[in-house]
């Protein structure tokens, strides 16, 4: 599928893509890192002394490699510690990076360089008032969830408690 999608939209396929992964693809010099909007899949990388790229979805895999480096990142720690979480692209080691969600990397004999997010950005200074913002941010919540629920056979929601899930589950 990933293949397919690849050649229709070669820059743009990874959008076309819908389901909670995250990929590694080779082609030619070029090793391409993906991890989908929802972020649910983790995916991590680093660079290695002798200059190879290293990845993994288990953070605990990539740190039983041979050639990855296990020094604690001060500022990762600080991170955690402030708010129980420490975001991507940061990992709690100096060289392990983690894909942001809805990012690609790119690496090749040119370098690495991150590809722009692949779910369509909203145009916020097209928007005329606060008012109008709402109720397009309304609107495309309403949209997501229809969307989400029109092929499930028996839709549920988990309820954290917090008001993201509840926001989702009034919906």
């Known amino acids: 599928v990933v293949l397919a999608a690849c050649r229709r939209w ?13 990929f590694v693809m080779q082609t030619g010099n070029e090793v391409l ?9 983790n995916l991590y990388w680093c660079r290695t002394p002798s200059d190879s790229l290293a990845f993994a979805t288990n953070l605990h895999a990539l740190l039983g490699l041979p050639e990855v480096p296990r ?16 975001a991507a692209p940061h990992t709690m080691y100096e060289s392990v990076h983690a894909v942001e969600a809805g990012r690609a990397l790119r690496w090749s004999p040119r370098g690495l360089e991150t ?18 913002a709402v109720s397009a941010l309304d609107l495309h919540m309403q949209r997501s969830v229809q969307d989400s629920l029109d092929p499930a056979q028996r839709p549920a929601a988990f309820l954290s408690g917090g008001i993201d899930s509840a926001l989702i589950c009034a919906l």
Request: charged content about 25%.
């Open 10 to 22: 070669p820059t743009e396929f990874a959008s076309h893509l819908d389901g909670v992964f995250a």
């Open 33 to 41: 890192l993906y991890r989908d909007p929802s972020g649910l899949q």
């Open 71 to 86: 020094r604690l990142a001060r500022r990762s720690l600080h991170e955690y510690l402030r708010f129980l979480d420490i």
């Open 115 to 132: 590809c722009p997010p692949s779910a369509p950005q909203c145009d916020a200074g097209a928007l005329e008032s606060f008012e109008e």
